[in-house]
Protein backbone atom coordinates (compact mmCIF):
# COMPACT_ATOMS: atom_id res chain seq x y z
CA UNK A 1 0.00 0.00 0.00
CA UNK A 2 0.86 3.34 -0.70
CA UNK A 3 0.88 6.12 2.38
CA UNK A 4 2.78 8.93 3.52
CA UNK A 5 4.71 10.08 6.64
CA UNK A 6 3.11 12.41 8.71
CA UNK A 7 5.06 12.26 11.75
CA UNK A 8 8.27 10.32 12.67
CA UNK A 9 9.27 10.01 16.47
CA UNK A 10 12.12 8.06 15.92
CA UNK A 11 11.33 4.99 15.34
CA UNK A 12 7.46 4.92 14.44
CA UNK A 13 6.11 6.71 11.86
CA UNK A 14 2.58 8.23 11.54
CA UNK A 15 1.69 7.53 8.15
CA UNK A 16 -1.50 7.66 6.16
CA UNK A 17 -2.86 6.01 2.83
CA UNK A 18 -4.46 8.02 0.30
CA UNK A 19 -7.63 7.01 1.43
CA UNK A 20 -6.79 8.24 5.13
CA UNK A 21 -6.03 5.83 6.91
CA UNK A 22 -3.37 6.12 9.53
CA UNK A 23 -0.95 3.53 10.60
CA UNK A 24 2.16 3.28 13.08
CA UNK A 25 4.80 2.01 11.02
CA UNK A 26 8.03 1.36 11.24
CA UNK A 27 10.85 0.54 9.55
CA UNK A 28 11.95 -3.34 9.72
CA UNK A 29 15.43 -4.95 9.74
CA UNK A 30 18.38 -2.92 7.86
CA UNK A 31 16.64 -0.46 5.56
CA UNK A 32 19.19 0.88 2.64
CA UNK A 33 18.87 3.91 0.84
CA UNK A 34 20.86 4.51 -1.86
CA UNK A 35 23.41 7.12 -0.85
CA UNK A 36 21.80 8.27 1.83
CA UNK A 37 24.12 10.76 4.06
CA UNK A 38 21.22 11.86 6.73
CA UNK A 39 21.40 10.87 10.47
CA UNK A 40 17.46 9.89 9.68
CA UNK A 41 16.13 7.69 6.38
CA UNK A 42 12.42 8.70 6.35
CA UNK A 43 10.51 12.17 7.22
CA UNK A 44 7.46 14.17 7.37
CA UNK A 45 6.29 14.37 3.66
CA UNK A 46 8.15 10.99 2.59
CA UNK A 47 5.73 8.75 -0.02
CA UNK A 48 6.57 5.12 1.61
CA UNK A 49 5.25 1.72 0.66
CA UNK A 50 3.65 -0.50 3.52
CA UNK A 51 2.37 -3.81 4.93
CA UNK A 52 0.16 -4.56 7.49
CA UNK A 53 2.40 -6.23 10.22
CA UNK A 54 1.17 -10.08 11.17
CA UNK A 55 -2.47 -8.94 9.78
CA UNK A 56 -2.37 -5.92 12.09
CA UNK A 57 -5.03 -2.97 11.56
CA UNK A 58 -2.72 -0.55 12.92
CA UNK A 59 0.70 -1.24 12.89
CA UNK A 60 2.56 -1.70 9.79
CA UNK A 61 5.96 -2.16 8.17
CA UNK A 62 7.63 0.30 5.66
CA UNK A 63 9.05 -1.69 2.78
CA UNK A 64 10.56 1.34 0.23
CA UNK A 65 10.19 4.41 0.35
CA UNK A 66 9.60 6.84 -3.14
CA UNK A 67 12.57 9.09 -4.61
CA UNK A 68 11.80 12.48 -2.78
CA UNK A 69 11.05 15.95 -4.97
CA UNK A 70 12.91 17.66 -2.89
CA UNK A 71 13.89 17.82 1.12
CA UNK A 72 15.08 20.48 3.66
CA UNK A 73 17.84 19.73 5.71
CA UNK A 74 19.37 20.76 9.15
CA UNK A 75 22.95 20.23 9.97
CA UNK A 76 23.07 16.89 12.65
CA UNK A 77 23.97 18.56 16.17
CA UNK A 78 26.33 15.39 16.91
CA UNK A 79 28.15 14.71 13.63
CA UNK A 80 28.52 17.90 11.31
CA UNK A 81 28.94 15.51 8.41
CA UNK A 82 25.78 14.04 8.62
CA UNK A 83 22.40 16.04 7.60
CA UNK A 84 18.97 15.67 9.63
CA UNK A 85 15.94 15.69 7.20
CA UNK A 86 13.64 17.81 8.10
CA UNK A 87 10.88 17.39 5.47
CA UNK A 88 10.46 16.14 1.99
CA UNK A 89 8.25 16.51 -0.94
CA UNK A 90 7.01 19.96 -0.15
CA UNK A 91 4.96 22.20 -2.84
CA UNK A 92 5.69 25.16 -1.31
CA UNK A 93 7.11 27.26 2.10
CA UNK A 94 5.39 30.01 3.40
CA UNK A 95 6.85 32.23 5.26
CA UNK A 96 4.63 34.51 7.85
CA UNK A 97 5.82 37.56 8.51
CA UNK A 98 4.72 40.85 10.20
CA UNK A 99 6.43 44.29 10.41
CA UNK A 100 5.00 45.23 14.02
CA UNK A 101 4.64 42.30 17.21
CA UNK A 102 7.00 41.06 16.13
CA UNK A 103 8.76 42.95 13.21
CA UNK A 104 9.93 40.28 10.72
CA UNK A 105 13.39 41.91 9.30
CA UNK A 106 14.61 41.73 5.71
CA UNK A 107 17.70 40.15 6.66
CA UNK A 108 15.76 37.10 7.83
CA UNK A 109 13.21 36.83 4.95
CA UNK A 110 16.15 36.95 2.07
CA UNK A 111 17.84 34.01 4.08
CA UNK A 112 14.40 32.19 4.05
CA UNK A 113 14.43 32.78 0.09
CA UNK A 114 17.90 31.75 -0.51
CA UNK A 115 17.37 28.40 1.33
CA UNK A 116 14.06 28.11 -0.65
CA UNK A 117 15.94 28.62 -3.70
CA UNK A 118 18.88 26.46 -2.60
CA UNK A 119 16.18 23.53 -1.96
CA UNK A 120 14.14 24.24 -5.43
CA UNK A 121 11.28 24.81 -2.91
CA UNK A 122 8.71 27.61 -4.34
CA UNK A 123 8.32 30.13 -1.45
CA UNK A 124 5.48 32.61 -0.63
CA UNK A 125 5.97 35.74 1.84
CA UNK A 126 2.58 36.37 4.14
CA UNK A 127 3.14 39.71 5.62
CA UNK A 128 0.24 39.31 8.06
CA UNK A 129 -1.27 41.92 10.71
CA UNK A 130 -1.46 44.82 7.88
CA UNK A 131 -4.16 46.02 10.36
CA UNK A 132 -1.67 47.04 12.96
CA UNK A 133 0.77 49.14 10.09
CA UNK A 134 1.56 53.05 10.22
CA UNK A 135 2.35 54.83 7.37
CA UNK A 136 5.67 53.63 8.08
CA UNK A 137 4.66 50.25 8.14
CA UNK A 138 2.74 50.55 4.88
CA UNK A 139 5.78 52.51 2.74
CA UNK A 140 7.57 49.48 3.72
CA UNK A 141 4.90 46.94 2.45
CA UNK A 142 4.64 48.37 -0.76
CA UNK A 143 8.52 48.33 -0.79
CA UNK A 144 8.50 44.50 0.16
CA UNK A 145 5.86 44.21 -2.66
CA UNK A 146 7.48 45.92 -5.20
CA UNK A 147 10.42 44.43 -4.65
CA UNK A 148 9.48 40.56 -3.76
CA UNK A 149 6.66 40.06 -6.81
CA UNK A 150 9.54 41.63 -9.04
CA UNK A 151 12.27 39.03 -8.01
CA UNK A 152 8.86 36.58 -9.20
CA UNK A 153 7.86 35.52 -5.17
CA UNK A 154 3.92 35.35 -4.31
CA UNK A 155 3.62 38.00 -1.79
CA UNK A 156 0.28 37.47 0.18
CA UNK A 157 -1.13 40.48 3.16
CA UNK A 158 -3.01 39.56 5.23
CA UNK A 159 -5.03 40.69 8.67
CA UNK A 160 -7.48 38.61 10.60
CA UNK A 161 -9.05 41.24 12.68
CA UNK A 162 -9.69 42.60 9.58
CA UNK A 163 -10.53 39.53 7.61
CA UNK A 164 -8.16 40.80 4.38
CA UNK A 165 -6.27 38.27 2.10
CA UNK A 166 -8.01 35.63 3.95
CA UNK A 167 -9.14 33.86 0.98
CA UNK A 168 -6.22 34.16 -0.95
CA UNK A 169 -4.37 32.83 1.94
CA UNK A 170 -6.82 29.60 1.55
CA UNK A 171 -6.33 29.34 -2.08
CA UNK A 172 -2.12 29.58 -1.65
CA UNK A 173 -2.81 26.11 0.62
CA UNK A 174 -5.28 24.19 -1.23
CA UNK A 175 -4.46 21.45 -2.49
CA UNK A 176 -0.05 21.16 -1.90
CA UNK A 177 1.99 20.23 0.52
CA UNK A 178 3.19 23.75 2.46
CA UNK A 179 5.90 24.08 5.08
CA UNK A 180 5.00 26.64 7.22
CA UNK A 181 7.74 29.19 9.13
CA UNK A 182 7.44 32.34 10.74
CA UNK A 183 9.05 33.73 14.25
CA UNK A 184 6.34 33.20 16.69
CA UNK A 185 3.85 35.46 17.49
CA UNK A 186 3.25 36.29 13.29
CA UNK A 187 0.21 34.78 13.55
CA UNK A 188 0.88 31.26 12.18
CA UNK A 189 -1.84 29.34 14.42
CA UNK A 190 -4.55 31.90 14.22
CA UNK A 191 -3.93 31.79 10.52
CA UNK A 192 -4.38 28.40 10.33
CA UNK A 193 -7.31 28.23 12.92
CA UNK A 194 -9.14 30.83 10.77
CA UNK A 195 -9.12 28.87 7.36
CA UNK A 196 -9.64 25.73 9.19
CA UNK A 197 -10.91 25.78 12.23
CA UNK A 198 -10.92 21.88 12.61
CA UNK A 199 -7.39 21.56 12.76
CA UNK A 200 -7.30 24.08 15.65
CA UNK A 201 -7.27 21.52 19.14
CA UNK A 202 -4.52 19.65 16.95
CA UNK A 203 -2.03 22.42 16.27
CA UNK A 204 -2.28 23.88 20.25
CA UNK A 205 -1.94 20.29 21.42
CA UNK A 206 1.31 19.96 19.41
CA UNK A 207 3.91 22.33 22.31
CA UNK A 208 2.92 25.14 20.48
CA UNK A 209 3.89 26.56 17.26
CA UNK A 210 7.29 28.09 17.98
CA UNK A 211 8.98 26.04 20.05
CA UNK A 212 10.90 29.33 21.81
CA UNK A 213 11.80 28.09 24.88
CA UNK A 214 10.54 24.85 25.06
CA UNK A 215 13.93 22.32 25.44
CA UNK A 216 12.17 19.05 24.98
CA UNK A 217 12.88 17.47 21.21
CA UNK A 218 10.19 18.33 19.12
CA UNK A 219 8.96 16.45 15.73
CA UNK A 220 8.08 17.83 12.67
CA UNK A 221 4.37 17.10 12.06
CA UNK A 222 2.10 16.89 8.81
CA UNK A 223 -1.94 17.70 9.00
CA UNK A 224 -4.41 17.64 6.29
CA UNK A 225 -6.59 20.71 5.87
CA UNK A 226 -10.25 20.22 5.39
CA UNK A 227 -10.22 21.64 1.43
CA UNK A 228 -7.22 19.88 0.68
CA UNK A 229 -3.97 19.66 1.02
CA UNK A 230 -1.44 19.47 3.79
CA UNK A 231 0.76 21.76 6.20
CA UNK A 232 3.92 20.55 7.82
CA UNK A 233 4.94 22.48 11.12
CA UNK A 234 8.13 21.72 12.70
CA UNK A 235 7.68 23.54 15.91
CA UNK A 236 11.15 25.52 17.02
CA UNK A 237 12.52 25.71 13.21
CA UNK A 238 12.65 29.32 12.76
CA UNK A 239 15.71 29.01 10.01
CA UNK A 240 16.82 27.16 7.95
CA UNK A 241 20.73 26.85 7.99
CA UNK A 242 22.95 27.99 4.60
CA UNK A 243 25.28 25.09 5.69
CA UNK A 244 26.00 24.01 2.18
CA UNK A 245 26.21 27.00 0.12
CA UNK A 246 29.77 28.40 -1.27
CA UNK A 247 29.73 32.02 -1.22
CA UNK A 248 30.49 31.05 -5.20
CA UNK A 249 26.79 29.89 -5.40
CA UNK A 250 24.63 32.34 -4.01
CA UNK A 251 24.43 34.84 -6.36
CA UNK A 252 22.66 31.55 -7.81
CA UNK A 253 19.59 31.87 -5.25
CA UNK A 254 18.86 35.53 -5.78
CA UNK A 255 16.70 34.80 -8.72
CA UNK A 256 17.04 38.81 -10.09
CA UNK A 257 20.64 38.17 -9.81
CA UNK A 258 20.68 34.37 -11.56
CA UNK A 259 19.82 35.34 -15.08
CA UNK A 260 22.63 37.98 -15.29
CA UNK A 261 25.73 36.75 -13.73
CA UNK A 262 26.68 35.74 -16.70
CA UNK A 263 27.72 38.83 -18.01
CA UNK A 264 29.86 39.69 -15.50
CA UNK A 265 33.57 39.65 -16.62
CA UNK A 266 34.86 37.12 -14.41
CA UNK A 267 33.16 33.71 -14.34
CA UNK A 268 34.50 33.39 -10.49
CA UNK A 269 32.82 36.75 -9.96
CA UNK A 270 31.06 37.39 -6.33
CA UNK A 271 29.90 40.92 -7.24
CA UNK A 272 31.66 43.10 -4.40
CA UNK A 273 34.58 44.72 -5.85
CA UNK A 274 35.43 43.39 -9.07
CA UNK A 275 35.45 45.60 -12.46
CA UNK A 276 32.81 45.05 -14.97
CA UNK A 277 30.46 43.35 -13.02
CA UNK A 278 26.69 43.68 -14.32
CA UNK A 279 25.12 42.93 -11.11
CA UNK A 280 26.94 46.32 -9.59
CA UNK A 281 25.74 47.49 -12.79
CA UNK A 282 22.28 46.79 -12.20
CA UNK A 283 21.89 47.46 -8.85
CA UNK A 284 23.08 50.98 -10.24
CA UNK A 285 20.79 51.36 -12.84
CA UNK A 286 17.83 50.42 -10.07
CA UNK A 287 17.27 47.29 -11.87
CA UNK A 288 18.45 44.85 -8.52
CA UNK A 289 17.41 46.16 -5.07
CA UNK A 290 19.48 47.74 -2.78
CA UNK A 291 17.99 46.13 -0.05
CA UNK A 292 18.40 42.60 -1.75
CA UNK A 293 21.81 43.88 -2.62
CA UNK A 294 22.61 44.48 1.48
CA UNK A 295 21.22 41.07 2.39
CA UNK A 296 23.53 39.21 -0.10
CA UNK A 297 26.12 41.37 1.08
CA UNK A 298 25.19 40.21 4.79
CA UNK A 299 24.78 36.53 3.85
CA UNK A 300 27.83 36.12 1.32
CA UNK A 301 29.67 37.34 4.86
CA UNK A 302 28.36 34.60 6.81
CA UNK A 303 29.47 32.11 4.32
CA UNK A 304 33.31 33.04 4.76
CA UNK A 305 34.01 34.78 1.42
CA UNK A 306 37.07 35.10 0.87
CA UNK A 307 36.25 38.13 -0.04
CA UNK A 308 35.80 39.83 3.17
P1 LIG B 1 2.04 32.17 16.24
O1 LIG B 1 3.00 32.12 17.38
O2 LIG B 1 2.73 32.55 14.97
O3 LIG B 1 1.22 30.96 16.09
O4 LIG B 1 1.09 33.41 16.54
P2 LIG B 1 -0.42 33.43 17.10
O5 LIG B 1 -1.34 32.90 16.07
O6 LIG B 1 -0.45 32.79 18.44
O7 LIG B 1 -0.67 34.99 17.20
C1 LIG B 1 0.07 35.83 18.07
C2 LIG B 1 -0.77 37.04 18.44
O8 LIG B 1 -0.99 37.84 17.28
C3 LIG B 1 -2.13 36.68 18.95
O9 LIG B 1 -2.43 37.53 20.02
C4 LIG B 1 -3.07 36.95 17.77
O10 LIG B 1 -4.35 37.29 18.17
C5 LIG B 1 -2.37 38.11 17.10
N1 LIG B 1 -2.66 38.22 15.66
C6 LIG B 1 -2.63 37.23 14.75
N2 LIG B 1 -2.95 37.69 13.52
C7 LIG B 1 -3.19 39.02 13.67
C8 LIG B 1 -3.54 40.08 12.75
O11 LIG B 1 -3.72 39.91 11.54
N3 LIG B 1 -3.66 41.33 13.30
C9 LIG B 1 -3.47 41.58 14.61
N4 LIG B 1 -3.63 42.83 15.03
N5 LIG B 1 -3.15 40.61 15.48
C10 LIG B 1 -3.00 39.35 15.03
ZN1 LIG C 1 29.56 40.22 -10.74
Redesign the pocket.
Known amino acids: MKAKVYKSTGSWYLVKTPEGISWNARIKGIFKIEGITSTNPLAVGDEVEIEPEDGSRERAVIQSIQPRKNEINRQSPSTRSQHHVVAANLDQALL?CTLK?PRTSRGFVDRFLVACEAYHIPAVIVL??I??YGKKEQATEESWRSVYTKVGYAFLP????QGRGLEAFRQCLEGRITLLC?H????????INQISPTLSLKTHSVSG??GKGIHTTTFAEMFDLPFGGQIIDIPGLREFGLVDISPQELSHYFPEMRSRIGSCRFNNCLHVNEPGCAIKKALEEGIISEDRYVSYCNILETLGSPAY
Open positions: IENKDLTSLPGSGVGKSSLWS
